[in-house]
Every structure is written in C-alpha cells, then in structure tokens.
C-alpha cells in the first residue's frame, strides 16, 4: 500500500541502530507473548468521562502504579483544543504521584524544539500543575525490538530510564498518517524521540531528523513499524508488567492532537477504557467506532473513512501478530 503521507526531505540510509549510551534498557525483548486461543483479554469501561471515574477505571485494572511513575499523555500541539486537559487527569496523577512525559516531535510546529514544546506546555496548563518531562531534552538511547522486519531497534528519550513504572494514558482519535492514535501510538510515536519518531513514520529508512524526510512509500511498514515500538515499550517496563493502558474518548476529530488545527469533532464524547493488554484496548475503541449506530450529532462515518483509508487496523493486527496482545477481548463496565 502506497504510504498517504507525505514525508519531506533529505533522505539518510540506515540499516540498523548503533547504540547511543553505555546504559541499556532494564529489560531484554521478551519471547512473544503467548495468548492462548479463546482466552480474552479484559477491557474495563466507564460511560463517565471525570476525574473521578478515570481514578475508578485505573483502580479497577488491579495494577498500582508504583515507584517512578510516567504519565504518558500527549500535551497538544498549539493550536489544538482536544488534548487531555490537565483537569480532568489530574486526581490520577496525583494519585500516583506521577509525572507526566513527552518527546519532542519531528514535524513542523510548536513542540519541534525543546524552547517552544515547554511554552506550549505551559500554555496548555500542564507543567504549572504538574511535573513535567520531555524525555529526550538530554539525548537518547535504544531499547530492543522483537519484530525488526522494519526498525531495528526503538530511539527513546534517555530521561526513559528515570522510570519504574508507565501509565500510557491516551487520547483516542483519527490519525492523519496512521488513521487513529490510541494505546499502541502513544507508546510507539509517542515514546519515541524526535529521531525515533523520523525512524518509525520511515519504517526504518530514516533514523535522524535532518532536512527534510524521505517519502518511502511504505504504509504498512510504519504501522508495523508502531507496533514494534509499542512492544518495545511495553517489554521495557518490567516485560508488559509494569505498564498499564487507559483510553479516552473523548474530542474525538479525525485528526490527532499534533495537529495544530484539526477538523471539526463530529462524534460525541463516549467514555473510558482500559486495560493491561493494548492490542485489545484499542481493538475494543476502533470496534466501538465501527459498530455504533449514527445519529443526530454523533457522525462516526468521518472517523471510520479515516482509520479505513490508512489502513489502520493494520497496527493493531500487527501489534497481535507479533505477540504484543491479543485481539479477543471481553468488556467488563465498571458503571
């Protein structure tokens, strides 16, 4: 499948990652994960979208958060109103004592340089609120990927190793290059540094943001590249045992929360999931797209168009394939 993004610029060859600190990763790659056929994986739901039912939906997976915990969210792109608003995270975080992190990004706009992503994360109302960490301000390093059919390794930030534990908490929604941004995004992208991110989005083509990106007309292969990165996230953090996964959907455009003016929401806000197994917490959010019946303002046809025509659900497939989680889920509503 031909990519549908348009990546600028002067291309650099890379065939693996060398390493870039003496300090490896707290844990190796784990075998892939074995999911017994039949055997679902647990997604908890809240109608509820408060601060109250987002500490009720993280008590409800069973896992506490302890140590040096990062909050893994994504503080917005200037401009764009839809992000995970500090008032509504900020019982849970604070109930975790956590610490919320981010990478720099590796496209044009606010959040580029380390200067202008701290203004804006002022401006969004999050570092007078909390602790905030942009986890690549000091450099970055590798941590191991299972699957390199594409990226050989994943680039991180190096503030990455200041952290016991990782609540992904993220923002469901569209996608303009992958088709939606959940769980498995968040941690991959999101995670990743500026470099990490140019390496993903080329499936491995380009490992340095420098000039312009190659276009490398490889769809599947940056989806597969954010899976790989997602599992080696998820393996970084105690093997998937020291990691959890909430979603919210809320403010749910068809663009993500790195664009600076993304298009009109047209679906109504409808709740919160989570779950200790990310293949299936974003496999329940794209199900509950597809499947809901349209009515007067709550168009779902806009979003479904967009996850369908980047191939989105490849990710999530993939992200199974490769042992990250399973696609077979049962829903267990907390209201």
């Known amino acids: 499948m031909k990519a549908l993004f348009t990546l600028i610029a002067a291309a650099m060859l890379f065939t693996g990652c060398r390493t870039h600190s003496t300090q490896t990763a707290n844990a190796q790659p784990a075998a892939q994960t074995a999911v017994s056929e039949g055997v679902k994986s647990t997604v ?6 408060s601060p109250e039912s987002l500490v009720k939906i993280y008590n409800a997976l069973g896992r506490k958060a302890e140590g040096r915990v990062a909050v893994k969210i ?15 995270i900020k019982n849970l975080v604070e109930e975790v004592n956590g610490t919320i992190v981010e990478c720099n990004t590796a496209y044009g706009g606010q959040r580029t340089t380390f200067e202008n992503h701290w203004q804006t994360i002022k401006e969004h109302g999050f570092s ?17 990927v299972v699957d390199n059919s594409n990226i050989k390794c994943d680039i991180v930030g190096t503030h990455l190793k ?4 990782m609540i992904n908490l993220a923002h469901f929604k569209g996608h303009p290059m992958g088709g939606m941004g959940g769980v498995i995004k968040n941690a991959s992208i ?26 490398t007309q490889n769809q599947d292969g940056f989806l597969e590249s954010m899976a790989a990165a997602a599992q080696a996230v998820h393996n970084y953090f105690g093997n998937g045992e020291k990691i959890l996964y909430i979603s919210v959907m809320n403010n749910m455009s068809v663009d993500c929360d790195c664009v600076a003016h993304p298009a009109k929401v047209k679906l109504k806000d409808y709740g919160i999931l989570a779950s200790l197994d990310p293949v299936a917490l974003d496999k329940a959010c794209v199900d509950i797209i597809f499947n809901m019946t349209p009515s007067e303002g709550n168009d779902n046809a806009p ?24 696609m077979n889920y049962q829903i267990v509503n907390i209201d």
């Open 44 to 49: 908890y739901l809240t109608r509820e979208i």
């Open 74 to 88: 994504s503080t917005g792109e200037a401009g764009n109103n839809n992000y995970l608003k500090p008032e509504l």
């Open 128 to 144: 007078p609120m909390f602790k905030v960490d942009l986890m690549d301000e000091e450099g970055e390093f590798e941590i191991p």
């Open 162 to 165: 200041n952290y016991d534990f």
């Open 190 to 215: 999101g995670v990743a540094s500026a470099n990490g991110k140019a390496y993903i989005h080329t499936a491995g083509y380009q490992r340095k943001v420098e000039g312009l990106w190659q276009h």
């Open 303 to 326: 979003l479904k168009e967009r996850i369908s025509s980047r191939h989105g659900i490849h990710t999530i497939e993939h992200a199974a394939k490769i042992g990250l989680g399973s």
